[in-house]
């Protein structure tokens, strides 16, 4: 038995695990983790750069990783679990855990605290059970593949609620770190969205962005290249809660990742076709985007 009073072995990394025990474990471990961040993250953090692409890393990070790694492996043995900080661990097989112990790293660094924990079980690289717990208000969303989302307290969450009273549109925005600062298609992606948005929000912690509009309270999520850690468990509170979620070329995307960076447009129904106009109105611009150039002070 395991500290949840389940059985802690699930079978060999074929077989079909108990999604409903899946999804338990797994909103246990992202609180056990959020709880530690949400005590540590108020106080003095050594940050380190991880790579040479911009992002950071810090001790929490690895720590909140341990959490969660020693509750999904007592759990699910046979299973494969891919973390941020410390890779792939564990056999081949059709389940594999994806861990993002600390989404919003960069924040934290900064004392900014939007930040959350993030997990998912993908099955042939499917998501399949998606958890993300914000420490911060001490809340948790989950979702199972075909069986919607999951709020706080374990009721079931909230559709996508209309904004009658505010016209303007209210989008998050995600890019990968490897995207570099002159990228022309991300320059005009943001260009576009800039001047058709009422808000663009840059988060810098897509899991968050990913739960906002789950829950209906951004209108559209755009992302140019991004990670692939954290993508499984928020694409699918997302899509759970009745979001469309297209790639740039407006084929659906279905939530898998791999070794290319994933680009998508996420966006309530109604908006849809708003966010697909600014994709195809960034792609025809970005050629005709002037170089940056900054003088050098020294002249």
Known sequence: MNEMGRPS??????????????????VE?????????RERARGELAVAAKGAAGD???VLDREAEKIIYERLRASFPHHR?????????????????MVDPLD??????????????????????????????????ERTWSALRGGGM??????QASRAREHDCDPGLTVAWTQGHRVGRHNPAARALKYVLDGVALRVLPLWAPLLSWSMIARGDIDGFLGYQAEDIDLPAGYLLAVESGVTVLALDGEVFDGR??????????????????LMS?????????????????PDPRR
């Open 29 to 37: 471990a992202a609180e056990a983790a959020g709880a530690m961040l």
């Open 278 to 294: 600014i994709v195809e109105t960034a792609a025809k611009l970005a050629p005709e985007l002037p170089a940056i150039r900054i």
């Open 56 to 58: 950071l890393a810090t």
């Open 257 to 274: 990742t791999g070794p290319a960076p994933c680009s998508f447009v996420a966006a309530r129904p109604e908006h849809l076709d708003t």
């Open 9 to 26: 072995k699930h079978g060999p990394g074929g077989a079909e695990p108990d999604l409903e025990l899946a999804r338990a474990v797994a």
């Open 81 to 97: 679990i891919r973390g941020e900080e410390f890779g792939v661990s564990g056999p081949a097989g059709r389940w594999e855990w």
């Open 150 to 155: 999951r709020g706080p307290r374990g009721g």
């Open 104 to 137: 919003g790293t960069n924040n934290v660094a900064i004392g900014m605290p939007n930040y959350v924990v993030g997990i998912a079980l993908c099955a042939d690289g499917h998501p399949t059970v998606g958890v993300v717990h914000d420490p911060v208000t």
